[in-house]
C-alpha cells in the first residue's frame, strides 16, 4: 500500500520511540524501502538526540569549567587576605613590643610615669612630636612623643619639682633631634599669684607673651631647642612691671633644669637682666 510521506513522517518519532502499534510500524518500514526522502529524514531524526547529547555535554563541561575558576579566584583572594591580616597581626605585635602606638595619648601612656592617678595638666604639638604635662604626688613629669610614619613613640620624659612657689613650671622639655635636625623645646608655667597678667620668654627673635590667670597653665613651645639661660623668662603684672624671672636661687657649679625656679624680682636680680 502507498502512503503518503507527511503521513508516514507523522509516524516516524513514534517508531523511533518504539510507541507506535506494529501495523503502523510495518507502514513505515515499507514505504521508507521505497522512498529515499523518508529514509533520510528518518536518519537525520536518529542522530539528532545525539547531537542534542553532545551540545548539552559541552554545555555542561562549559558551566563546570566557569564554575571551578570562580572558586579558584575565590581561594585566592581568601588566602590573600587571611595573608594580609596575620602580616598585620605581626607587624602590629611587633609595633607595640618597640613601644610604638597608634596615637600620641597612647605613646605617652606607655611611660612609666604616668599612671591613673597622674593629672593632665595640658599637652602641645610642635611638629612631628607632641608633649605631654603631666602632675603626680611627688613630681610634675613631661613626656615627649614623637610621630613617624603613622605611629607614635614615647621618646623620653623628665620631670620638674614640686614648689609652694606663686609661678611655678610644671614641667619641662628641650631635645634636638639628632637624626632630622628638628628640635623642640616646650615649657610650662602656672602661676597663683593674682598680680601676674602676662608672661614673656624665648630669644630675641622667638620671644613669645602669653597670658596667664589664677590656676591656669600657660605653654609655651617652640620647634628648636633653647637652653634655659636664653629664655629670659619673666612674669609681668598688668601695668607692665615685673615680678617673678625664671632661674636659680643660688648659683651652682652645676646647672640642673629640675632646681629652676619663678624667683620674685629685686632691683638687684632684675637690674642682672
Known amino acids: 500500500m502507498k502512503y503518503d510521506c507527511e503521513l508516514i513522517r507523522d509516524l516516524l518519532p513514534l517508531v523511533q ?7 503502523s510500524q510495518a507502514a ?6 521505497s522512498c529515499e526522502a523518508c529514509r533520510v529524514w528518518y536518519e537525520g531524526m536518529k542522530r539528532e538526540p545525539e ?6 555535554g559541552t554545555e555542561a ?15 585566592t583572594l581568601t588566602l590573600t587576605g587571611l595573608a594580609c591580616i596575620v602580616s598585620l597581626v605581626l607587624i602590629t605585635s611587633f609595633a607595640y613590643t618597640q613601644g610604638l602606638r597608634f596615637s600620641a595619648e597612647q605613646a605617652a601612656g ?12 595640658g599637652e602641645v604639638e610642635v611638629g612631628a612630636y607632641k608633649v605631654f604635662f603631666y602632675e603626680n604626688e611627688d613630681k610634675y613629669r613631661t613626656v615627649l612623643t614623637k610621630e613617624s610614619f603613622g605611629l607614635w613613640k614615647n621618646s623620653s620624659s623628665s620631670w ?14 628641650s631635645m634636638t633631634d639628632r637624626t632630622g635636625g628638628q628640635g623642640v623645646t ?38 628648636s631647642s633653647i637652653r634655659w639661660n636664653d629664655l629670659n623668662g619673666i612674669a609681668y603684672s598688668g601695668d607692665g612691671k615685673p615680678l617673678y624671672k625664671l632661674g636659680y636661687e643660688a648659683a651652682n657649679h652645676s646647672i640642673r633644669t629640675d ?3 619663678w624667683l620674685a624680682v629685686t632691683p638687684a636680680n632684675h637690674a642682672s637682666h
Do not use: C
Not at 547531537?51 to 548539552?56: D, V
Open 51 to 56: 547531537a542534542n547529547r553532545e551540545n548539552e
Open 186 to 223: 616646650a615649657i610650662p608655667v602656672q602661676s597663683l599669684d593674682p598680680q601676674v597678667a602676662y608672661i614673656e620668654m624665648g630669644p630675641d627673635k622667638e620671644r613669645q607673651r602669653l597670658e596667664l590667670a589664677v590656676g591656669e597653665t600657660a605653654i609655651f613651645a617652640w620647634d
Open 61 to 75: 563541561t562549559d558551566h563546570y569549567k566557569s564554575l571551578a575558576r570562580r572558586l579558584r579566584l575565590r581561594k
Open 110 to 121: 606607655t611611660s612609666r610615669y604616668v599612671d591613673e592617678q597622674s593629672t593632665l595638666l
Open 160 to 173: 620638674a619639682n614640686k614648689t609652694e612657689d606663686q609661678v611655678k613650671l610644671v614641667g619641662w622639655s
Open 28 to 33: 513505515a518500514a515499507e514505504h521508507m524501502e
Open 259 to 261: 632646681e629652676l625656679r
Open 17 to 23: 520511540d518504539d510507541m507506535a502499534s506494529p501495523a
